[in-house]
């Protein structure tokens, strides 16, 4: 007797749930966003190569070049065929270039993959891809033809390797530009205490703290070879003589790189650097477009 009132229970509740199911993925269908705020530009022409890890793109304005050769080493998660992203802070760059009737740099985005750090060689097995960059050069040159001058222009983790590599030989470059780089008072062999106050201070996520502290341990073995690619160690080494630098980075940066940033600027300053600090009020890698592209093609 109880049985078919069970059954009918049951599909009761069954109804219901489909119902809340269907409900849901009708809103998150009506409330996703449909579609991206694109940037109106002349898209530069492309050219791709690969050697070894190394894959590169070579991207030339239609309108010409200046003669300088811009190495953009990009952000995380990304490729070395986003510099005509026209969703991307990349396209704002050459629309400024366009707008102001600039001559632009020949740009080179390098990529190793998704995910790399520009360290010398050191006892990690995926360790020595500045070495590697630095002799690819000469490689490069063949394509894009000997530049005037180097630049060096990269976001986030693009950001930190690009001081890494102006910074280590900095005879090399004539300017760096970092946009909101992964630049820490402390190494990944500070104490716990030590990366709780800086997570506090800075206001960093923890978990994107945790991840930066797992990727740094990945590639740098101990506190000596982390001094060899630390961007505050390696400015101590600085004077009148090295590369420009374009800083900037926003004030809530999940990844707590202002702090960092902000000091570099400082002590780049002391030292003799000439120096252009952008602090953004923002997040993570806001960038001002417009300041960059006149850095980067004057």
Same mark, same amino acid.
């Given at each position: ?78 490729? $070395? ?13 050459? !629309? ?18 998704? /995910? ?18 630095? $002799? ?31 910074? /280590? ?18 190494? #990944?062999?500070?104490?716990?205490? !030590? ?8 206001? $960093? ?25 630390? #961007? ?21 940066? !999940? ?12 002590? $780049? ?30």
């Amino acid at each position: 007797m109880n049985k078919p009132s069970f059954v009918k229970s049951y599909r009761k509740w069954l109804i219901l749930i489909l119902l809340i199911v269907a409900a849901y993925f009708a809103w998150t269908q009506i409330t996703a966003r449909q579609g991206n705020q694109k940037v109106s530009f002349i898209p530069a022409s492309e050219s791709c190569h690969a050697s070894g890890r190394l894959k590169y793109c070579i991207y030339r304005s239609k309108s010409g070049t200046n003669g300088n050769v811009v190495y953009h080493l990009h952000g995380r998660n990304l490729d $070395a065929q986003i510099w005509n992203d026209d969703t991307y802070w990349t396209s704002m760059v050459q !629309a400024s270039w366009q707008q102001a009737k600039m001559l632009p740099p020949t740009v080179v985005v390098i990529s190793y993959g998704s /995910t790399w750090l520009l360290v010398p060689k050191g006892k990690k097995q995926d360790s020595g891809l500045l070495d590697d960059f630095m $002799a690819k050069l000469p490689e490069i040159d063949t394509k894009t033809g000997k530049p005037k001058q180097r630049l060096l222009l990269g976001e986030s983790m693009g950001g930190l390797n690009v001081l890494i590599a102006g910074l /280590t030989y900095p005879q090399r470059f004539a300017k760096i530009a970092s946009l909101c780089p992964g630049v820490y008072k402390i190494s #990944p062999f500070a104490s716990l205490s !030590a990366m709780r106050d800086t997570l506090k201070r800075t206001g $960093a996520d923890p978990k994107i703290g945790f991840g930066v502290w797992l990727w740094a341990k990945e590639n740098v073995a101990d506190e000596a070879e982390w001094k060899r690619m630390s #961007p505050l160690e390696l400015v101590k080494r600085a004077d009148e003589s090295y590369p420009a630098l374009y800083l900037s980075n926003g004030l809530y940066d !999940a990844y707590g790189n202002f702090e960092g940033t902000e000091m570099l600027a400082e002590q $780049a300053k002391q030292r003799g650097v000439s120096v252009e600090w952008h602090p953004l009020y923002g997040g993570h890698c806001a960038i001002d477009a417009s300041s960059l592209a006149r850095f980067l093609a004057t």
